[in-house]
Protein backbone atom coordinates (compact mmCIF):
# COMPACT_ATOMS: atom_id res chain seq x y z
CA UNK A 1 0.00 0.00 0.00
CA UNK A 2 1.15 3.41 -0.65
CA UNK A 3 0.03 5.00 2.30
CA UNK A 4 -2.08 8.15 3.04
CA UNK A 5 -0.85 10.32 -0.49
CA UNK A 6 -1.16 13.98 -0.06
CA UNK A 7 -0.44 16.56 -2.60
CA UNK A 8 1.22 19.00 -3.13
CA UNK A 9 4.26 18.94 -0.78
CA UNK A 10 4.75 22.66 -0.41
CA UNK A 11 2.43 25.37 -1.78
CA UNK A 12 3.37 28.87 -1.98
CA UNK A 13 0.87 31.52 -2.42
CA UNK A 14 -0.07 35.20 -2.23
CA UNK A 15 -2.62 36.14 -0.06
CA UNK A 16 -6.11 36.40 -1.81
CA UNK A 17 -5.24 33.35 -3.80
CA UNK A 18 -7.25 29.91 -3.68
CA UNK A 19 -5.31 27.21 -2.48
CA UNK A 20 -6.51 23.56 -2.81
CA UNK A 21 -5.06 20.90 -1.06
CA UNK A 22 -5.50 17.28 -2.22
CA UNK A 23 -5.56 13.85 -0.13
CA UNK A 24 -5.53 10.18 -0.99
CA UNK A 25 -6.61 7.74 2.10
CA UNK A 26 -5.77 4.07 2.31
CA UNK A 27 -8.06 2.01 0.51
CA UNK A 28 -10.21 0.13 2.99
CA UNK A 29 -10.13 3.21 5.31
CA UNK A 30 -13.58 4.58 6.67
CA UNK A 31 -12.63 7.67 8.24
CA UNK A 32 -10.75 10.76 7.21
CA UNK A 33 -8.97 13.55 9.11
CA UNK A 34 -7.79 17.00 8.07
CA UNK A 35 -5.38 18.24 10.90
CA UNK A 36 -3.26 21.70 10.92
CA UNK A 37 0.32 22.03 12.45
CA UNK A 38 1.66 25.23 13.66
CA UNK A 39 4.62 26.18 16.27
CA UNK A 40 1.87 28.23 18.20
CA UNK A 41 -1.14 25.94 18.55
CA UNK A 42 0.28 22.23 17.49
CA UNK A 43 -2.14 19.66 16.09
CA UNK A 44 -5.36 20.77 15.60
CA UNK A 45 -7.98 19.02 14.15
CA UNK A 46 -10.14 20.78 11.29
CA UNK A 47 -12.56 18.33 10.45
CA UNK A 48 -12.96 14.66 9.77
CA UNK A 49 -15.18 12.38 7.75
CA UNK A 50 -16.70 8.56 8.15
CA UNK A 51 -17.60 7.11 4.92
CA UNK A 52 -17.34 10.07 3.06
CA UNK A 53 -20.26 11.97 5.41
CA UNK A 54 -18.15 15.23 7.21
CA UNK A 55 -18.92 14.37 11.04
CA UNK A 56 -17.40 16.94 12.79
CA UNK A 57 -16.34 20.45 11.13
CA UNK A 58 -15.61 22.34 14.63
CA UNK A 59 -12.33 22.65 13.93
CA UNK A 60 -12.55 24.76 11.13
CA UNK A 61 -11.05 28.27 11.41
CA UNK A 62 -13.99 30.36 8.89
CA UNK A 63 -16.05 30.37 6.21
CA UNK A 64 -12.67 30.82 4.29
CA UNK A 65 -12.06 27.16 4.99
CA UNK A 66 -13.81 23.97 3.31
CA UNK A 67 -13.49 20.52 2.64
CA UNK A 68 -15.02 17.88 0.66
CA UNK A 69 -14.94 14.52 0.09
CA UNK A 70 -16.72 13.40 -3.04
CA UNK A 71 -15.71 9.77 -2.90
CA UNK A 72 -13.84 7.10 -0.86
CA UNK A 73 -10.33 7.40 -2.69
CA UNK A 74 -10.40 11.68 -2.41
CA UNK A 75 -10.42 14.29 -0.06
CA UNK A 76 -9.74 18.09 -0.80
CA UNK A 77 -9.27 21.17 1.82
CA UNK A 78 -10.08 24.49 0.11
CA UNK A 79 -9.31 27.81 1.58
CA UNK A 80 -10.22 30.86 -0.32
CA UNK A 81 -9.15 33.34 0.21
CA UNK A 82 -6.05 32.79 1.96
CA UNK A 83 -4.19 34.70 4.79
CA UNK A 84 -0.41 35.13 5.82
CA UNK A 85 -2.12 33.43 9.29
CA UNK A 86 -3.04 30.42 7.39
CA UNK A 87 0.86 29.15 6.80
CA UNK A 88 0.83 25.94 8.05
CA UNK A 89 2.08 22.43 7.46
CA UNK A 90 -1.44 20.80 6.54
CA UNK A 91 -1.57 16.75 7.64
CA UNK A 92 -4.39 14.29 6.10
CA UNK A 93 -4.96 11.08 8.22
CA UNK A 94 -6.92 7.83 7.23
CA UNK A 95 -7.70 5.19 9.86
CA UNK A 96 -9.97 2.48 10.39
CA UNK A 97 -11.72 2.16 13.27
CA UNK A 98 -9.57 2.05 16.65
CA UNK A 99 -6.96 1.10 15.01
CA UNK A 100 -4.76 4.54 14.91
CA UNK A 101 -3.83 6.94 12.65
CA UNK A 102 -1.79 6.83 9.63
CA UNK A 103 -0.71 10.28 7.92
CA UNK A 104 0.14 11.60 4.99
CA UNK A 105 3.31 13.43 4.59
CA UNK A 106 1.76 16.86 4.69
CA UNK A 107 1.64 19.60 2.85
CA UNK A 108 3.79 23.03 3.91
CA UNK A 109 1.70 26.02 2.41
CA UNK A 110 3.26 29.44 2.96
CA UNK A 111 0.80 32.08 2.39
CA UNK A 112 2.77 35.57 1.43
CA UNK B 1 -13.67 17.72 26.79
CA UNK B 2 -10.27 15.69 27.25
CA UNK B 3 -6.82 16.86 27.05
CA UNK B 4 -3.43 15.86 26.94
CA UNK B 5 -0.27 16.83 29.02
CA UNK B 6 3.44 16.90 27.65
CA UNK B 7 5.07 18.95 30.77
CA UNK B 8 8.53 18.42 28.62
CA UNK B 9 8.80 20.57 25.49
CA UNK B 10 12.81 19.36 25.34
CA UNK B 11 14.76 16.38 26.17
CA UNK B 12 18.44 15.41 25.35
CA UNK B 13 19.74 11.64 26.05
CA UNK B 14 23.40 10.13 25.10
CA UNK B 15 23.60 7.53 21.81
CA UNK B 16 22.54 3.68 23.51
CA UNK B 17 21.10 5.29 26.75
CA UNK B 18 17.36 4.75 27.98
CA UNK B 19 14.95 8.07 28.49
CA UNK B 20 11.49 8.14 29.56
CA UNK B 21 8.93 11.16 27.82
CA UNK B 22 6.21 11.70 30.01
CA UNK B 23 2.51 12.20 29.35
CA UNK B 24 -0.67 12.90 31.24
CA UNK B 25 -4.21 13.24 30.53
CA UNK B 26 -7.46 14.08 31.77
CA UNK B 27 -11.03 12.54 30.87
CA UNK B 28 -13.90 11.27 32.18
CA UNK B 29 -14.40 8.41 29.77
CA UNK B 30 -13.71 4.76 30.93
CA UNK B 31 -12.42 3.48 27.20
CA UNK B 32 -10.36 4.92 25.80
CA UNK B 33 -6.88 4.42 23.60
CA UNK B 34 -3.38 6.29 24.31
CA UNK B 35 -0.97 6.72 21.28
CA UNK B 36 2.56 8.00 21.10
CA UNK B 37 3.57 9.24 17.35
CA UNK B 38 7.14 10.39 16.23
CA UNK B 39 7.60 12.99 13.98
CA UNK B 40 11.31 13.33 12.48
CA UNK B 41 12.64 16.62 10.94
CA UNK B 42 10.70 15.12 7.31
CA UNK B 43 7.30 16.26 8.81
CA UNK B 44 6.34 12.54 8.67
CA UNK B 45 3.62 11.33 11.26
CA UNK B 46 4.87 7.98 12.48
CA UNK B 47 2.72 5.80 15.00
CA UNK B 48 5.39 4.50 17.43
CA UNK B 49 3.29 2.50 20.14
CA UNK B 50 -0.59 2.34 20.99
CA UNK B 51 -2.35 1.22 24.18
CA UNK B 52 -6.04 -0.06 24.94
CA UNK B 53 -6.83 1.58 28.27
CA UNK B 54 -8.63 -1.74 29.00
CA UNK B 55 -5.27 -3.64 28.68
CA UNK B 56 -3.49 -3.72 32.00
CA UNK B 57 -0.46 -5.15 30.10
CA UNK B 58 1.85 -2.26 28.91
CA UNK B 59 2.18 -2.16 25.36
CA UNK B 60 6.23 -3.13 23.81
CA UNK B 61 7.23 -2.45 20.55
CA UNK B 62 10.85 -3.48 20.30
CA UNK B 63 12.86 -0.75 22.28
CA UNK B 64 10.08 1.48 22.60
CA UNK B 65 7.67 0.49 26.02
CA UNK B 66 5.19 2.43 27.62
CA UNK B 67 4.08 2.71 31.54
CA UNK B 68 0.39 2.98 31.59
CA UNK B 69 -1.25 4.14 34.67
CA UNK B 70 -4.83 4.44 34.43
CA UNK B 71 -5.73 5.80 37.82
CA UNK B 72 -3.18 8.43 37.52
CA UNK B 73 -3.91 9.25 34.00
CA UNK B 74 -0.27 8.80 33.19
CA UNK B 75 1.21 7.22 29.66
CA UNK B 76 4.96 7.27 29.96
CA UNK B 77 7.19 6.32 26.65
CA UNK B 78 10.57 5.00 27.30
CA UNK B 79 13.15 4.24 24.66
CA UNK B 80 15.87 2.07 25.72
CA UNK B 81 19.81 2.08 23.91
CA UNK B 82 18.68 5.28 22.38
CA UNK B 83 20.16 5.68 18.54
CA UNK B 84 20.53 8.82 16.42
CA UNK B 85 17.25 8.04 14.41
CA UNK B 86 15.05 8.30 17.59
CA UNK B 87 16.00 12.12 17.33
CA UNK B 88 12.52 13.65 16.92
CA UNK B 89 9.27 15.17 18.06
CA UNK B 90 7.25 13.03 20.53
CA UNK B 91 3.49 13.62 20.45
CA UNK B 92 1.10 11.78 23.20
CA UNK B 93 -2.55 11.14 22.19
CA UNK B 94 -5.40 10.47 23.30
CA UNK B 95 -8.56 8.93 21.31
CA UNK B 96 -12.14 8.18 23.16
CA UNK B 97 -13.37 4.73 22.39
CA UNK B 98 -17.41 4.17 21.14
CA UNK B 99 -20.00 6.85 19.74
CA UNK B 100 -18.75 6.94 16.35
CA UNK B 101 -15.63 9.64 17.68
CA UNK B 102 -12.36 8.90 16.20
CA UNK B 103 -10.95 12.08 17.26
CA UNK B 104 -7.05 11.71 17.94
CA UNK B 105 -6.33 14.84 20.86
CA UNK B 106 -2.30 15.80 20.53
CA UNK B 107 -0.13 17.09 23.18
CA UNK B 108 2.16 19.73 22.41
CA UNK B 109 5.17 17.35 22.24
CA UNK B 110 8.44 17.10 23.32
CA UNK B 111 11.33 17.53 21.34
CA UNK B 112 14.15 14.58 21.95
CA UNK B 113 17.66 14.80 20.66
CA UNK B 114 19.80 11.65 20.67
CA UNK B 115 23.71 12.94 21.10
CA UNK B 116 26.18 10.84 19.83
Known amino acids: DAGVIQSPRHEVTEMGQEVTLRCKPI?????LFWYRQTMMRGLELLIYFNNNVPIDDSGMPEDRFSAKMPNASFSTLKIQPSEPRDSAVYFCASSLTGRGYTFGSGTRLTVV | AQTVTQSQPEMSVQEAETVTLSCTYD???????LFWYKQPPSRQMILVIR??????QNATENRFSVNFQKAAKSFSLKISDSQLGDTAMYFC?????????????FGKGTKLTVNP
Open chain 1, 27 to 31: SGHDY
Open chain 2, 93 to 105: AFMKLGGGSEKLV
Open chain 2, 27 to 33: TSESNYY
Open chain 2, 51 to 56: QEAYKQ
